[in-house]
């Protein structure tokens, strides 16, 4: 046996515990997580508050009856954890998805480093209000009750939502209630689960989903079923009869979508397929469609003959069950932005681009009758670009889908529903209180076998006219404001700002019942923005606006949520709920919302 001396035992020990520190930086060249701190602050931080005064009785029992996220419920969002490499993609991929829990206003995740040269995580949360006893009121021509909610929506400090509802809008009449868990026993998977009485029959919908995590996740699923009797309501011309006109309607849909991913971070190319089936029908309402006489929809009467003429276009039954696949190529990174569509609180803006593409193929299945379901091919693409150069954040989104049917009277392309965005936003200066946004917008459809109208007016249209006012079949909007920053009073306690906006529009009438050209419509307003409490995304506007030309000169007053915005996403209400096909729903992220 070989015999060493003593300072060459010490030297291949140095070489030896060198060799080993090499491999561990090697392994985690920017250091391993030692520790995750979670911090989830109260709903009023009134142990920091210099301004409490009177009020500080009213912060605790607040704080006493809000629900304070439990922190094993947010190391689970996280994509580190202790034992892992330190990553700062992976810290600010975590902070996003955070902001993008529905409860969760502000988050923050850092990294810090230690002296032994590990990385402790710190996080910080602060939640939105999730108890809601929340009476719901239309102040839009006058005051309106339009509901009441009840629920909680982190149940447990664990994101569960377990409430109750009852919502009168229009021609909605909803009475039910909802359970929904972002963590079904521990995993990823989101549960939604939601039955109700409408106006003219039963209502559920159930789903899971497991959707890609980030920009890191590899797979997602969705398996949903859908199942209503609901109304479509159709706005008749002003100055007539009446007002509206409801249409009742069935609908019987579900899904199994499978999809995943490969690439990195950046370059992303999503590939999927599954199985869908969508069932439309109007027979079943032998007493068919109602009117309305000055919005009164809760004394509906049976229309006459001459209205249900000009509605059986658009009610065709239909039914089908397709394979379909799903393609999208995703080259996206995201930026945080201030004071875009908030007060004061960060936003998540999407940068770069991404095309995605759906194909459906009908096919016969569980011995359906093929004489009585459509053979089509269904096909939708929609393409998103995003750019922040400087003090500004540009975004377009494209979207056209329809269904080719096969045979039949019916040959050729069918429900084609169509819209693009062009959103912009500019501030002069990092510390300017003003920021100036701006939105070009246009929707459309062509050959719509199924309920189908839009309207100009509205939170979402020229302002100045309701949302009734004005339908037709393709829309083209354009809005203007200057969104402007007060101050944060009592130490944070709630944000205050104002806008000044212009909107010019017009609609044709596009071949749908009740539709008239407008011309070219004008309206311009101010109004007070609120965010309650302090850095929530969440504003509240109340507007006053006023049309600018046309028949109709009085103002409308009007509380709603910001609706325009990225935040919000820039898919059309209104086009959402004639949309026929919900292939892969939910499967592909959409760049356009932002948080």
Not at 254 to 263: E, L, M, Y
Not at 277 to 288: I, N, Q, S, V
Not at 553 to 564: G, N, V
Request: aromatic content about 10%; overall charge negative.
């Amino acid at each position: 046996m070989a015999v060493y001396p003593l300072h060459t035992l010490t030297l291949l020990a140095l070489l030896g515990t060198t060799s080993v520190t090499a491999l561990a930086g090697q392994a985690c060249p920017q250091g391993e997580v030692s520790a995750v701190l979670v911090t989830a602050h109260s709903y009023f931080e009134t142990a920091d508050s210099t301004d409490a005064g009177a009020l500080t009785w009213f912060y605790d029992i607040a704080n006493r009856v809000h629900a304070d996220t439990n922190e094993d419920f947010l190391r689970a969002e996280l994509l580190l954890g202790v034992g892992d490499c330190y990553d700062p993609f992976l810290i600010e991929e975590s902070e996003r998805l955070l902001r993008q829990l529905g409860f969760i206003d502000r988050a923050e995740v850092t990294g810090v480093d230690q002296p032994d040269g590990s990385v402790q995580i710190l996080v910080e949360t602060w939640n939105s209000w999730t108890l809601q006893f929340e009476p719901r009121f239309r102040f839009v021509e006058g005051f309106e009750f339009a509901g009441l909610d009840v629920s909680e929506r982190n149940l447990l400090g664990r994101g569960i939502v377990l409430g109750g509802f009852y919502r009168q809008n229009r021609e909605l009449l909803n009475v039910g209630g909802r359970f929904e868990t972002p963590h079904l026993l521990g995993t990823r998977w989101d549960t939604r689960l939601q039955a109700s009485r409408t106006r003219v029959g039963n209502a559920f919908q159930q789903g899971f989903f497991y959707p890609f995590v980030g920009e890191v996740g590899r797979r997602a699923a969705v398996q949903s079923f859908v199942q209503l009797k609901n109304q479509f309501s159709y706005s008749l011309p002003a100055g007539g009869t009446y007002s509206h006109v409801v249409q009742p309607y069935g609908q019987r849909t579900g899904q199994i979508t499978v999809a995943g991913r490969i690439g990195r971070p950046g370059r992303l190319t999503i590939f999927g397929g599954g199985l869908s089936r969508e069932e439309w029908d109007y027979p079943k309402f032998p007493d068919g469609a109602e009117v309305v006489r000055n919005e009164d929809f809760g004394n509906a009467e049976p229309a006459p003959q001459e209205i249900t003429d000009i509605l059986a276009p658009q009610l065709r039954d239909y039914s089908t069950t397709r394979v379909n696949l799903i393609l999208a190529q995703r080259h996206l990174s995201f930026e945080q932005r201030e004071r875009l569509d908030a007060l004061t609180g960060v936003q998540d803006v999407a940068i770069g681009g991404e095309l995605a593409l759906v194909l459906g193929r009908s096919i016969p299945f569980l011995g359906s009758n093929a004489a009585n379901e459509d053979s089509d091919f269904f096909a939708r693409v929609r393409l998103f670009g995003g750019l922040a150069p400087g003090n500004w954040v540009l975004a377009s989104a494209v979207s056209v889908e329809g269904r080719k049917i096969f045979g039949g009277v019916e040959n050729g392309w069918k429900d084609v529903l169509a819209e693009f965005d062009i959103y912009s936003y500019w501030r002069p200066s990092e510390t300017s209180r003003h920021t100036l946004f701006a939105r070009f917008s246009g929707t459309g459809g062509w050959s719509v076998t199924g309920p189908f109208q839009l309207t100009l007016g509205g939170a979402s249209g020229l302002r100045g006219y309701s949302v009734d006012d004005h339908p037709g079949g393709k829309r083209l909007i354009a809005n203007l404001e200057d969104r402007i920053y007060f101050a944060s009073p009592r130490d944070g306690f709630i944000d205050l700002g104002m806008t000044v906006f212009v909107d010019v529009g017009s609609i044709w009438e596009g071949g749908v019942p009740f539709g008239a050209d407008s011309g070219t419509l004008a309206t311009a307003g101010a109004g007070l923005r609120i965010g309650f409490p302090g850095g929530t995304p969440r504003v509240t506007r109340i507007d006053v606006a006023f049309p600018l030309n046309g028949s109709d000169r009085a103002p409308t007053f009007r509380i709603s949520a910001e609706l325009l915005g990225l935040r919000r996403g820039v898919e059309d209400r209104q086009l959402r709920r004639s949309r026929r096909a919900g292939v892969g729903g939910g499967i592909i992220p959409d760049p356009s919302v932002g948080r």
